[in-house]
């Protein structure tokens, strides 16, 4: 059927009390634009080895540099945009900064795409 167009009905039919149910429930787009900003951080497979790597342990830009084999500077830059996004939090110990997962939920939120894209 390449090439041809489809209807998935015949008739138009508006399910207006079904319809009425979901618009109450639909966030606001704010809302639904920082849910995909959020989303988006997840796309770029450096912040993703960053946030398993903080999985694991809370490390400093140069342990996680040594541990990602790459520059202070990159893994920085990448650190700025997970914090930003609340994702990752840091302390200082004197002049080291030792970074950590913001909280539980990322954690489940790894766990739960690794469970589901190794089903």
Not at 46 to 72: F, G, H, N, P, Y
Not at 86 to 106: E, F, M, P, Q
Request: proline share 1%; glycine share 4%; net charge negative.
């Amino acid at each position: 059927m390449k090439g041809t167009e489809v209807e998935c009905c015949d008739v138009t039919c508006v399910h207006e009390d079904a319809v009425s149910r979901v618009w109450e429930k639909l966030p606001r787009e704010e809302l639904l634009n920082e849910l995909a900003d959020f989303y988006k951080v997840f796309a770029d497979s450096t912040r993703v080895k960053i946030l398993c790597v903080l999985l694991e342990s809370e490390m400093c830009v140069c342990d996680l540099a040594e541990v990602l084999d790459m520059t202070q500077s990159a893994i920085s830059h990448q650190l700025r945009v997970l914090k930003q996004m609340k994702l990752v939090k840091n302390r200082r110990d004197g002049k080291t900064v030792y970074y950590s997962l913001a909280d539980g939920h990322i954690q489940t939120i790894i766990s739960q795409g690794m469970e589901h894209i190794t089903e």
